[in-house]
Nanobody, 128 residues
């Protein structure tokens, strides 16, 4: 019923920038929050950033705070991840996720299990 499609990944030099997009669609699409996660080869999928559709409150992993910015377009049902000052450690497949119900604990924004739908991922490669 819900489809999430990421785009905007690619190859970038260290210190450069990329902007990822996540388009959400579905006959009756509705969600409380969207999140970005990433997974590097041989590593677990880790939290990057999250945003609430209503109000736009944002949450970031410590590793990206100050460099990445998450935003949303409510009309387009699209979430963006602006990534600046990219480092080689940022290389990973980036996944978009949607949570349907309200989140009660701030820590839940960073839990993979808190999200109900996932996109296919988009590759981000940072060369040094």
């Amino acid at each position: 019923q819900v489809q999430l499609v990421e785009s905007g990944g690619g190859l970038v030099q260290a210190g450069g920038s990329l902007r990822l997009s996540c388009a959400a669609s579905g006959r009756t699409f509705s969600s409380y929050a969207m999140g970005w996660f990433r997974q590097a080869p041989g590593k677990v999928r880790e939290f990057v950033a999250a945003i609430r559709w209503s109000g736009g409150s944002t949450y970031y992993a410590d590793s990206v705070k100050g460099r990445f910015a998450i935003s949303r377009d409510n009309v387009k049902n699209t979430v963006y991840l602006q990534m600046n000052s990219l480092e080689s450690e940022d290389t990973a497949v980036y996944y978009c996720a949607a949570r349907v119900w309200a989140i009660s604990s701030i820590s839940d924004y960073g839990r993979r299990g808190a999200y109900d739908y996932w996109g296919q991922g988009t590759q981000v490669t940072v060369s040094s």
